[in-house]
């Protein structure tokens, strides 16, 4: 099994643009500029998916990609939750890769478990999809570890490299289980709205204000780079504007203490511990 490397921060594309009839298209230029700058800056790692703006996404990262040479970005797309049987998935790789103008990706993932499709069925396809050269990686989004596991036993000559999932400061759930069960089964856990749509990158968080003020950084970087420095763990901001692609690039080249990172953990948790009033 050829070992997999991932850049540790990479670019989210995720959109909610629905419908192409109605899709407003005049953001498109600045868009595919973006995702070029950041290729420029070092976020060689791209992640989509078919479910993104219908497909529509894929289509705007395919033109950033093409002025690069292949090896140099790695692409990341997932199949959704509906078209997880056989035959299906199978249409949606080659629908994916039609999208993006590419020969094959370097990681293809179950977007989410569909619970009415067996999972020896959807990994069956992940791998005819890795045998074909379709792709080089498959892996998962949104698993447990127990979908995990299992997901794993169905496979026969390929592993799963990866499982994608909301995991930052505010939300730390994987960190119990999920995170540690990967790093033993040798997984990437790749970490999606890790600055929680902005609200990571404000100030406001007595800790993380401190920290960003000790290390010289912004609040976004000190949240990134508590993502990153764990083992295993990558992350997909998500960046419209050059300042954005900058400061996330400024999160990689550096690593917080580790009191400072326990320290910052903890505070969260606490947070989350409060009641809400509403």
């Known amino acids: 099994m050829k070992d997999v490397r991932i850049p540790v921060i990479g670019q989210g594309t995720a ?19 973006a995702y070029k700058t950041g290729i420029d800056f070092g976020l060689t790692h791209i992640d989509t998916a078919e479910r993104y703006s219908v497909g529509y996404n894929e289509e705007l990262v395919g033109e950033a990609i093409k002025y690069y040479d292949r090896k140099d970005v790695f692409v990341t797309t997932k199949v959704w939750s509906t078209n997880l ?8 790789m080659k629908g994916s890769l039609h999208r993006l103008g590419l020969d094959y990706v370097d990681l293809y993932l179950v977007h989410k478990p569909n619970p009415e499709v067996p999972l020896k069925e959807t990994m069956s396809a992940m791998e005819y999809c890795a045998k074909e050269g379709y792709t080089r990686f498959i ?4 698993f447990s570890v127990s979908m995990m596991e299992e997901a794993q036993s169905h496979l026969k000559d390929h592993r799963l490299v990866a499982n994608q999932v909301h995991y930052s400061l505010m939300e730390q759930t994987p960190a ?4 540690p069960n990967c790093q033993e089964k040798d997984v990437m856990l790749i970490a ?18 401190e920290l960003a003020q000790k290390y010289g950084k912004t609040n976004a970087q000190v949240s990134l780079n508590w993502l990153i420095s764990q083992k295993k763990v990558v992350a997909i901001p998500k960046a419209w504007n050059l300042d954005h692609l900058k400061e ?9 203490s580790d009191e400072d990172h326990k320290r910052l953990s903890e505070s969260f948790r606490k947070l989350s511990s409060l009641p809400s009033f509403h």
């Open 176 to 179: 119990e289980q999920l995170l």
């Open 248 to 256: 996330n690039i400024g999160a990689v080249g550096w690593r917080l």
């Open 15 to 33: 959109t909610e643009r629905r419908g192409r009839r109605i899709m407003d298209k005049s953001r498109d230029k600045a868009e595919v500029a």
């Open 139 to 142: 892996g998962v989004s949104n």
């Open 85 to 92: 049987m056989y035959e299906d998935l199978i249409a949606s």
């Open 192 to 209: 999606y709205m890790p600055l929680e749509i902005g609200k990571l990158a404000k100030p406001g968080y007595t800790v993380l204000d």
